[in-house]
């Protein structure tokens, strides 16, 4: 069982050319915990998670990865840093016209040199096609190691995404609404395949996803966003269908906005 | 071996390959070997004492005239070079162009071509894009067209697009080497031979542009009733515009470029005062317009960088 990471963030504020996106959020998350982040779109969801793998600067407070703040890491530590936590983004990212092994792979780049990478994306040793095929079996889909990742399904590509990020070994994982463009029963098979990993590999998950249902499902801890603060934080049971209304209440400048 | 391993050994036999990309791999290696045999590039040759004693005596000839035989003398060079920028050489038995008077020549005659070429281009889009030469543009669920109806527009459409390739096909060189036999020494032949080749690029990539729009958007013009011609110059142009305008001025760097060249057919841009100055033997004036010449492509580039920047932004 890998480590896993604890995060805390005091009195953090993030402003956007002048607006604020996030305003004094005090939070903690502790080792091995799944927490699931809920709101509406530009709540601050994304810069939340982007926070927490040191891609977002704070402009105010601190943001504590195992207890050391990030403002005072030296790049190659924040490099170090973001190597251990893996990302899963909504639009999968991955590179299109490669094998799947070399996406997998590229799970490895924080930690590799140039010449080790170049022969990683060219010709693998055995012992990291077999790493690779392994946490393939473990998402499911280690019979398509060497197919062109763009010949793949949408459910079979956002399976490689994850390999990816469980590639990196690492001691958290972020994931920024991986289901808000897949129907219902692929959603609900990503979620439980990401909690499941998490669960089974003492990681700590974070996600931001737009399905309450399926938070309420999945999550023991819902922490709800809005207008850059947290609304609410407490175990699903606890939540009431008024709390809810409230977080997705649409005020008339928002509803003419567009969505972050 | 693990089970693993064996599992991964057959996944890597039967991995999908390219036999293209293999084949291609073969034939570029073939290729280039041939090349290096077939031309014969003899490197002793080219280091020979003969060719050594050329160039010697090209790098004491560029030296600027009034410092031939004198120790260097930048005040001398920079009032030399002023004088051949604003005056040129008049000399008894010739004359060369001032620099400023070539590089203006130059300057117009790639304007006078890009435009023509962007206007050809943007017109000649609409019958080459797919999407337009058809029977029922973007609403192929209404087509009641007659068979020789649909011919019609594919005659229309393959004819534009091979008049284009026809046009581009055919180098600025060769274009204006044939316009000077049919037109006379003058600005034209150099302007209409970049037109031509232009207009047969920016056709090309116009149509495709023309063809890459967002059909629905299109279609939605349609179905409230725009004509063709409506839906083109209401819905096509204004969302196809920028791309239109980066292809612009990506061509219209070259034709700054090609402009210079094309003065060696004798036409008074800079080439012709370069390769005038190379007659006479007078290799400083030549490397003097050389210069120039570089001058005028490095600010064309420059305004057609930020001009696309600009548009880019904007778009």
């Given at each position: 069982m890998t480590a896993s990471a604890a995060f805390r963030l005091d009195r953090v504020s993030v402003t956007f050319n002048g607006t604020a996106a996030m305003h004094e959020v005090d939070l903690s998350i502790a080792p091995g915990e799944a927490v699931a982040f809920v709101g509406p779109s530009g709540a601050g969801k994304t810069t939340f998670l982007r926070l927490l793998n040191a891609t977002q600067r704070p402009t105010g407070g601190c943001v504590r990865v195992d207890g050391r703040c990030l403002g005072t890491l030296s790049s190659k530590e924040l490099r170090a840093l973001r190597s251990r936590i893996g990302f899963v983004r909504q639009d999968l990212a991955l590179v299109p016209n490669v094998r799947v092994i070399h996406n997998v792979l590229a799970g490895r780049l924080g930690r590799m040199g140039l010449l080790q990478s170049l022969r990683a994306m060219t010709f693998p040793s055995q012992a990291m096609s077999m790493?690779?095929?392994?946490?393939?079996?473990?998402?499911?889909i280690g019979e398509k190691l060497y197919e062109r990742t763009d010949t793949l399904s949408g459910g079979q590509q956002q399976r490689v995404a994850i390999a990816r990020a469980l590639c990196q070994q690492p001691t958290a994982l972020l994931a920024d609404e991986p289901v808000s463009s897949v129907d219902p029963a692929r959603a609900r098979d990503t979620v439980a395949l990401l909690t499941r990993i998490s669960r089974a590999e003492g990681l700590t998950l974070c996600m931001s996803i737009h399905n309450v249902e399926l938070a309420r499902e999945f999550f023991p801890r819902l922490v709800g966003l809005r207008g850059g603060r947290v609304a609410f934080d407490d175990a699903p049971d606890a939540i009431d269908a008024a709390q809810l209304a409230d977080l997705y209440r649409l005020s008339a400048a928002e509803m003419l906005a567009d969505g972050a | 071996m693990s089970d693993r391993a064996v599992a991964v050994r057959a996944l890597h036999a039967a991995r999908p390959r390219s036999t293209y990309v293999r084949w291609s791999m073969i034939g570029f290696a073939a290729l280039t070997t041939w090349a290096w045999w077939a031309g014969d590039f003899d490197v002793a040759d080219f280091l020979s004492p003969r060719r050594m004693a050329n160039l010697e005596r090209f790098l004491g000839e560029v030296r600027p005239y009034p410092l031939h035989g004198r120790p260097w003398d930048w005040g001398v060079a920079w009032h030399w070079a002023a004088t051949m920028f604003t005056d040129g050489v008049r000399a008894r038995a010739f004359e060369l162009p001032s620099g400023a008077e070539a590089m203006a020549v130059t300057l117009a005659i790639s304007v006078a071509a890009i435009v023509l070429a962007?206007?050809?281009?943007?017109?000649a889009a609409f019958p080459a894009a797919r999407t337009f030469a058809t029977p029922q543009p973007f609403l192929p669920g209404s087509d009641r067209s007659k068979a020789f109806q649909r011919r019609a527009w594919g005659a229309l459409l393959h004819g534009t697009r091979g008049l284009l390739v026809f046009m581009r096909s055919i180098p600025e060189y060769v274009w204006a080497y044939l316009l000077i036999g049919m037109l006379g020494i003058s600005a034209w032949p150099a302007v209409l031979a970049l037109t031509i080749h232009n207009t047969g690029i920016l056709g090309k990539l116009d149509a495709e542009t023309v063809e890459n729009l967002s059909p629905r958007s299109l279609a939605a013009l349609r179905s409230v009733g725009a004509t063709r011609r409506?839906?083109?110059?209401?819905?096509a142009v204004p969302a196809a515009l920028s791309r239109f305008l980066l292809y612009f001025f990506y061509r219209w760097e070259t034709c700054v470029r090609e402009a210079t060249v094309l003065g060696m057919l004798g036409i008074a841009s800079?080439?012709?005062?370069?390769?005038?100055?190379r007659v006479r033997d007078r290799y400083d004036?030549?490397?003097f317009y050389v210069l120039l010449g570089a001058v005028l492509v490095l600010i064309g580039d420059l305004v057609s960088a930020i001009a696309r920047g600009i548009v880019r932004r904007s778009a």
């Amino acid at each position: 069982m890998t480590a896993s990471a604890a995060f805390r963030l005091d009195r953090v504020s993030v402003t956007f050319n002048g607006t604020a996106a996030m305003h004094e959020v005090d939070l903690s998350i502790a080792p091995g915990e799944a927490v699931a982040f809920v709101g509406p779109s530009g709540a601050g969801k994304t810069t939340f998670l982007r926070l927490l793998n040191a891609t977002q600067r704070p402009t105010g407070g601190c943001v504590r990865v195992d207890g050391r703040c990030l403002g005072t890491l030296s790049s190659k530590e924040l490099r170090a840093l973001r190597s251990r936590i893996g990302f899963v983004r909504q639009d999968l990212a991955l590179v299109p016209n490669v094998r799947v092994i070399h996406n997998v792979l590229a799970g490895r780049l924080g930690r590799m040199g140039l010449l080790q990478s170049l022969r990683a994306m060219t010709f693998p040793s055995q012992a990291m096609s077999m790493a690779a095929h392994e946490i393939l079996e473990r998402v499911g889909i280690g019979e398509k190691l060497y197919e062109r990742t763009d010949t793949l399904s949408g459910g079979q590509q956002q399976r490689v995404a994850i390999a990816r990020a469980l590639c990196q070994q690492p001691t958290a994982l972020l994931a920024d609404e991986p289901v808000s463009s897949v129907d219902p029963a692929r959603a609900r098979d990503t979620v439980a395949l990401l909690t499941r990993i998490s669960r089974a590999e003492g990681l700590t998950l974070c996600m931001s996803i737009h399905n309450v249902e399926l938070a309420r499902e999945f999550f023991p801890r819902l922490v709800g966003l809005r207008g850059g603060r947290v609304a609410f934080d407490d175990a699903p049971d606890a939540i009431d269908a008024a709390q809810l209304a409230d977080l997705y209440r649409l005020s008339a400048a928002e509803m003419l906005a567009d969505g972050a | 071996m693990s089970d693993r391993a064996v599992a991964v050994r057959a996944l890597h036999a039967a991995r999908p390959r390219s036999t293209y990309v293999r084949w291609s791999m073969i034939g570029f290696a073939a290729l280039t070997t041939w090349a290096w045999w077939a031309g014969d590039f003899d490197v002793a040759d080219f280091l020979s004492p003969r060719r050594m004693a050329n160039l010697e005596r090209f790098l004491g000839e560029v030296r600027p005239y009034p410092l031939h035989g004198r120790p260097w003398d930048w005040g001398v060079a920079w009032h030399w070079a002023a004088t051949m920028f604003t005056d040129g050489v008049r000399a008894r038995a010739f004359e060369l162009p001032s620099g400023a008077e070539a590089m203006a020549v130059t300057l117009a005659i790639s304007v006078a071509a890009i435009v023509l070429a962007g206007i050809g281009g943007a017109l000649a889009a609409f019958p080459a894009a797919r999407t337009f030469a058809t029977p029922q543009p973007f609403l192929p669920g209404s087509d009641r067209s007659k068979a020789f109806q649909r011919r019609a527009w594919g005659a229309l459409l393959h004819g534009t697009r091979g008049l284009l390739v026809f046009m581009r096909s055919i180098p600025e060189y060769v274009w204006a080497y044939l316009l000077i036999g049919m037109l006379g020494i003058s600005a034209w032949p150099a302007v209409l031979a970049l037109t031509i080749h232009n207009t047969g690029i920016l056709g090309k990539l116009d149509a495709e542009t023309v063809e890459n729009l967002s059909p629905r958007s299109l279609a939605a013009l349609r179905s409230v009733g725009a004509t063709r011609r409506q839906v083109a110059a209401v819905g096509a142009v204004p969302a196809a515009l920028s791309r239109f305008l980066l292809y612009f001025f990506y061509r219209w760097e070259t034709c700054v470029r090609e402009a210079t060249v094309l003065g060696m057919l004798g036409i008074a841009s800079l080439g012709y005062a370069l390769s005038e100055a190379r007659v006479r033997d007078r290799y400083d004036d030549m490397l003097f317009y050389v210069l120039l010449g570089a001058v005028l492509v490095l600010i064309g580039d420059l305004v057609s960088a930020i001009a696309r920047g600009i548009v880019r932004r904007s778009a």
